[in-house]
């Protein structure tokens, strides 16, 4: 169990370029969800893939956003034309889906910052 | 609307005390509770939980308390210890069976002094 990854730790890029972040969930854990965190709040929910399945995304996805799940294991979150506001901690996590109530498991987070 | 509310934004305990951490919540739906740790530059660490069945779940020195008829938790800490020094998050799910997706509170951060 080698834990949550995610990649870059860090972003830096102009407004109005694109970004892609990566995340490899833990092994065998079929849910997979993206959260993105401003200072000051708590982790906001963004989108959930269960499997290769996107089943739930948030108002708070713009349609500048998307996120795959291709073959059911890493997830991309991609940023088109980004904007200041997406300055943000983005934050994955995954989960076992058939063992009852399991908890979700973080990695470190991608920080985005917009110059 | 913030279904999730931890109104105290910082803590600060002595050592050996005990650290008290409150959550209050708005939407009776929520049936699952979890406490998550964080500390700087890393994820959220998961702490313990709390099904809404229960009005207590304890781990060690961790103890969360649900009341539902105050729609209120609380995470006790006993004793605190220095490296409990932390941002602590409360944590609900509506329906696990439906995604299980986290509504977070706002977080409080812990100080625990020598």
């Known amino acids: 169990d080698t834990g949550v990854s995610q990649d870059p730790r860090h972003k830096i890029t102009k407004r109005g370029q694109n970004v892609t972040f990566r995340c490899d969930p833990i092994?065998?854990?079929?849910?997979l969800y993206w959260y993105r965190q401003t200072l000051g709040q708590g982790p906001e929910f963004l989108t959930y893939f269960q499997n290769e399945a996107q089943l739930e995304k948030s108002r708070l996805l713009s349609d500048r956003f998307s996120a795959e799940r291709p073959k059911g294991s890493f997830s991309t979150l991609e940023i088109q034309r980004t904007e200041q506001g997406d300055s943000a901690m983005y934050l994955c996590?995954?989960?076992?889906?058939?063992?009852?109530?399991?908890?979700?498991?973080f990695g470190d987070g991608t920080r985005l910052s917009i110059l | 609307d913030q279904q999730v509310k931890q109104n105290s934004p910082s803590l600060s305990v002595q050592e050996g005390r005990i650290s008290i951490l409150n959550c209050d919540y708005t939407?009776?739906?929520?049936?699952?509770f979890l406490w998550y740790k964080k500390y700087p530059a890393e994820g959220p660490t998961f702490l313990i939980s709390i099904s809404s069945i229960k009005d207590k779940n304890e781990d060690g020195r961790f103890t969360v308390f649900l009341n539902k008829s105050a729609k209120h938790l609380s995470l006790h800490i006993v004793p605190s210890q220095p490296g409990d020094s932390a941002v602590y998050f409360c944590a609900a799910i509506e329906d696990y069976n439906q995604g299980g997706k986290l509504i977070f509170g706002q977080g409080t951060e812990l100080s625990v002094k020598p």
């Open positions: 092994s065998e854990h079929n849910r």
């Open positions: 996590a995954s989960s076992p889906a058939d063992r009852g109530h399991q908890p979700q498991h």
């Open positions: 939407n009776s739906m929520f049936d699952y």
